[in-house]
């Protein structure tokens, strides 16, 4: 990773590959060496270590002698994002109030880069084989939030923004050839939600819709997500979207 002098005076380049540091440790690294984090991040290694020594002496990170794994003191940092925003306060009860009306888990989420990031959660069940709670990532293009969400960018900003991601198939079900995601994006702008059946896994179909602010920008995304087996993705839309659509105007009123 590179840090420009021409950023100006005010950017601070230590906090910044601190912060790469942080961001380096994720599912499929969650034990690294020096060597590992410095190759993730482009640092050379004796910045590396000086960064890994300097997390693991003020508690966010841990050191048996070989491989760096963050600690739980990691989870402040988010939990201040999710604490302080106006989202996560505004739509949780919304989606507490929609996962008891409905039967089904409901999430909210804001995209980051080429990912959705949960920023609220009501479950009831569990629908994935892997376990959502605020704070979870999923890939923008095969999730229905995702899909909501690069919907409301324009179609040359989301070839820019995953034309450096491989969009793999994460079942056979999956949309990976970009000028197909393109025209599917196209179809939920005209239709106002996605419908994602069983694209992200096997047995899950997700229906989400956008949550617009009072001026009518796109700040996050709504879905519900249930069992295919139990509810298609044809009941989805039938019975779901328009629960979704009612949350999502009324929480409009209280999004600025």
Known sequence: MKYEEEKGSDFVSGFAKGLSVIEAFGDDARRMSITDVAQKTGLDRASARRLLLTLVT??????DGKF????????????????????????????????????????ASVLDETEIVYIARASQRRVMSINLNPGSRLPAYCSSMGRVLLAALPDEQVRQLLGNVPLEPHTELTITDMDELIEELGRIRAQGYA??????????????????NKRGQTVAAINIGAPAASVPASQLVEQILPMLKRVADRARLDLV
């Open 58 to 63: 003020l508690g966010y990170a841990t050191h």
């Open 68 to 107: 760096f794994a963050l600690t739980h003191r990691i989870l402040r940092l988010g939990q201040s994002y999710l604490s302080a925003t106006t989202l996560t306060t505004v739509l949780q009860p919304y989606l507490d109030e929609l996962s008891e009306t409905s039967g089904q888990s409901c999430s």
């Open 195 to 212: 419908l994602v059946d069983q694209e992200l896994e096997m047995g899950l179909c997700s229906i989400a819709v956008p949550l617009l």
